[in-house]
């Protein structure tokens, strides 16, 4: 899975840790997902999106080998 979470927290200027605050988890996870070694479940791509308004396929994209 393909990811703009990075993007996004720049467009947006949010530091991992900050995003990770608002979201209840910790700046790992946040580094984690956006070097793809973490997929986040529903709930939390949910959150993510919530807080750049913008709907999870905005932020979170299959790959053709997923």
Do not use: W
């Not at 993007?7 to 996870?29: F, K, P, W, Y």
């Not at 984690?32 to 529903?42: K, L």
């Amino acid at each position: 899975m393909k990811n703009r979470l990075k993007v996004c927290r720049a467009e947006h200027n949010l530091s991992q840790a900050e995003l990770a605050d608002r979201i209840g988890v910790s700046r790992q996870t946040i580094n984690s997902i956006e070097a793809n070694r973490y997929v986040p479940s529903t709930v939390l791509s949910l959150k993510i999106a919530r807080v750049f308004n913008q709907p999870v396929e905005a932020i979170f994209q299959l790959d053709e080998t997923d």
